[in-house]
């Protein structure tokens, strides 16, 4: 059944990364892609403290399934996951995690990249960027 | 000729939730169209924001602004997405 082949989750707890990647086995795979999206301390020129995640959940889910489906359609993969963080992240933890499992690495690659940008583009999850204070050095004393 | 009033859940994510301060409202409104009830609601908080960008979901569905409304239909205005 291709829920059970391609699978788009949101989580406001934390990702498992390395539990995520031990979940995905298939005897036929020969190249297991994990892609690992984490927060980072800058954006634009400002230093960021921590952001928030937040998912019009109903439809993200569906674009999300609908998503993962496609790349199943496009890519000749045995099967993918993806599971995107909702809710309030510190500088180094994941956003969002992706998975594919396949035969050969090209397309395992290859469908990794297509799960990224599409969830990027399609998916209705918005990010709210917190900004540490500006550091203005203190006057000079005599 | 009956005026078309129509209920519409309103939800509000992102920007619009944090410009209105509230996740969401229902609107009793003639608004016929998307379109139309984007300005009614802008009429009504002026959001500052770009409005090319904004597009907007009919119960969960991505739409065009000339979509009707109907009694009931739940509506969301959506700026550009930042996941992943």
């Known amino acids: 059944m291709e829920a059970d082949r391609a699978r788009f989750e949101l989580t406001a707890g934390p990702i498992d990364a390395a539990?995520?990647?031990?979940?995905?086995?298939?005897?036929?795979?020969?190249?297991?892609?994990?892609f690992e999206g984490r927060v980072r301390d800058h954006n634009d020129?400002?230093?960021?403290s921590s952001l928030e995640y937040e998912a019009y959940e109903r439809m993200a889910l569906r674009e999300g399934a609908a998503v993962m489906v496609a790349a199943l359609e496009q890519?000749?993969?045995?099967?993918?996951?993806?599971v995107h963080r909702?809710?309030?992240?510190?500088?180094?933890?994941?956003?969002?995690?992706?998975?594919?499992?396949?035969?050969?690495?090209?397309?395992?690659?290859?469908?990794?990249?297509?799960?990224?940008?599409?969830?990027?583009?399609?998916?209705?999850?918005?990010?709210?960027?917190?900004?540490a204070p500006e550091i203005v050095p203190r006057p000079e004393t005599v | 000729m009956a005026v078309d009033t129509k209920s519409i859940l309103v939800e509000?994510?992102?920007?619009?939730?944090?410009?209105?301060?509230?996740?969401?409202e229902t609107i009793v409104t003639q608004a016929a169209t998307a379109r139309d009830l984007?300005?009614?609601?802008?009429?009504?908080?002026?959001?500052?924001?770009?409005?090319?960008?904004?597009?907007?979901?009919?119960?969960?569905?991505i739409v065009t602004w000339e979509t009707r409304l109907a009694d009931g239909d739940?509506?969301?205005?959506?700026?550009?997405?930042?996941?992943?």
């Open chain 2, 12 to 24: 509000y994510y992102a920007f619009f939730r944090e410009a209105i301060g509230r996740k969401g």
């Open chain 1, 45 to 48: 020129g400002r230093v960021v």
């Open chain 1, 86 to 131: 909702t809710g309030h992240l510190s500088i180094g933890d994941t956003a969002v995690w992706i998975g594919v499992l396949s035969a050969h690495r090209d397309e395992a690659f290859a469908a990794c990249r297509y799960i990224i940008d599409e969830v990027k583009s399609r998916v209705p999850i918005w990010k709210s960027e917190h900004f």
């Open chain 1, 19 to 34: 539990h995520l990647t031990g979940a995905l086995a298939d005897s036929a795979a020969g190249a297991c892609v994990t």
């Open chain 2, 38 to 61: 984007f300005a009614e609601i802008d009429r009504k908080y002026a959001f500052q924001t770009d409005h090319e960008k904004i597009r907007v979901a009919v119960n969960d569905c």
């Open chain 1, 75 to 82: 890519f000749p993969i045995i099967s993918a996951v993806c």
């Open chain 2, 74 to 84: 739940v509506v969301v205005f959506l700026t550009p997405f930042g996941g992943g």
